[in-house]
């Protein structure tokens, strides 16, 4: 469904430049979950824009659905989730979920039906005539990720989907969105920091290194579906994976110091 082929990506700006995504060769099969983690600016969000054709690569080329992805070519039927809040202020629940479909020319009494049945997907029925500020932080997103899959993608790029959410209201989201996924098998695309979330969701999970980046880790989860958010954190193979995974992971965090990276590789 989707393939990198020796991807790099340098910013320039001025005189200076700077190579956040070094050399990653990817494919991901149709109706794949894959996380993709790694330090904070090593290219995670560069790689989901380049998917979505926002931008060129320096180098190589990606396909979706075997069809070479060009700047502002956005392939069809691709969903976006942005690592920052999405939803519109001045619109409603109902009006924010509903928006791409009214872009779609979709019909007024067909938007509703769509809408309500992906309201009630995501326990937010009843809050149809709210605004983004009266509702909770989870509400919003949960608003912004329907807004997202109601053009029916059948490509999904999250972007730090739950990045600032408690942990109850977190392995909440993960049931529904993995309970979506089950439904519907998009294929999907999460960056995330969180290594417990991307093991309970993912297929597969990508670690890449500190900038200029590279894969450093492609590890399977073999861990059967339907998965229950919470008590496959108690299995053995769980544990297993996410050990493995921070043992590559906290090495280049302490490798390549910042913000995070600071704070993490000392608890590792
Ligand atoms: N439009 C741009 N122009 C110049 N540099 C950019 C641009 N977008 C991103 N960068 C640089 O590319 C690098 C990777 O940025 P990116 O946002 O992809 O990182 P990230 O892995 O998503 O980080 P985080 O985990 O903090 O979200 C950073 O050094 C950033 O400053
Ligand atoms: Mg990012």
Redesign the pocket.
């Known amino acids: 469904m989707i393939a990198l082929d020796a991807i790099r990506k340098t ?1 320039r ?1 001025g005189a200076t430049s ?1 190579t ?1 995504i070094g050399n990653v060769s990817l494919t991901i099969a149709d109706g794949e979950f894959v996380s993709i983690v ?1 330090p ?8 989901l824009n380049l998917i979505a054709g926002f931008i060129a690569p320096s180098a190589g080329e990606i396909r979706v659905k075997d069809q070479l992805v060009e700047p502002g070519h956005v392939p069809s039927r691709l969903g976006y989730l942005f ?1 920052k809040d999405a939803v519109l202020p001045w619109l409603t629940v109902e009006q924010n979920v509903g928006l791409g479909l009214r872009f779609a020319h979709m019909p007024t009494a067909q938007i509703r039906d769509k809408v309500s049945s992906l309201l009630k997907l995501a326990n937010l029925r009843g809050y149809e005539n709210y605004f983004p500020y009266q509702l909770s932080g989870g509400m919003r997103q949960r608003t912004a990720l329907l807004m997202t899959l109601a053009c029916d993608p059948r490509v999904l790029l999250l972007d ?1 989907p739950f990045g600032a959410l408690d942990s109850h209201t977190k392995i909440n989201l993960h049931r529904e969105l993995h309970e979506i996924w089950r439904q519907l098998r998009q294929t999907i695309v999460m ?1 995330t ?1 969180d290594l417990d979330e991307a093991v309970a969701l993912s297929d597969r999970v990508i670690v890449l290194s500190g ?1 200029p980046s590279r894969i450093l880790l492609d590890r399977r989860i073999d861990i059967a579906h339907p998965r229950d958010p919470y008590t496959v954190r108690e299995t053995e193979q769980f544990g297993t994976h996410l050990r493995a995974l921070w043992g590559v992971l906290g090495k280049e965090y302490q490798r390549t110091p910042d913000g995070t990276a600071a704070i993490l590789g000392s608890a590792a």
């Open positions: 910013y700006s700077h956040a790694g904070s600016g090593c290219g995670k969000s560069t790689l690592q730090e960056v920091h900038p």
